[in-house]
């Protein structure tokens, strides 16, 4: 079984940067896309970053592109989440997910439905 456990949440300043990480263990053949999800109270899920793990393209929502970054270590097997430039509208719950299905088109990278595991979350809360 896959098991995902999300770290490096906390409070930052609007502005700052975080480092988010996402330690897969237990990872096995069958994963084949990992994405990061998050969540504000009140709100729907919604995808920030998505990669596959064959040729490591990326995809992100528009209301991140070119202030985070997803990356893989696949040595450790940790997946990051490098957030620069942040806002207050990037307050949230932040989940990791990994899917098992082998072909995704780009924007089912940011579909919740397309992954089977899912960590508990770190929580991001950003300070004016």
């Known amino acids: 079984q896959v098991q995902l456990m999300e770290s490096g949440g906390g409070s930052v300043l609007a502005g700052g940067s975080l480092r988010l990480s996402c330690n897969a263990t237990k990872y096995t053949y069958g994963v084949y896309h990992m994405a990061w999800f998050r969540q504000a109270p009140g709100k729907e899920r919604e995808g920030v970053a998505g990669?596959?793990?064959?040729?490591?393209?990326?995809h992100y929502a528009t209301f991140v592109q070119g202030r985070f970054t997803i990356s893989r270590d696949a040595a450790k097997n940790i997946l990051y989440l490098d957030m620069s430039n942040i806002k207050s509208d990037d307050t949230a719950m932040y989940y990791c997910a990994a899917g098992s299905r082998r072909s995704l088109r780009q924007s089912e990278l940011l579909f919740a439905t397309s992954y089977t595991y899912w960590g508990q979350g770190t929580q991001v809360t950003v300070s004016p």
């Open positions: 990669t596959s793990i064959a040729d490591s393209l990326t």
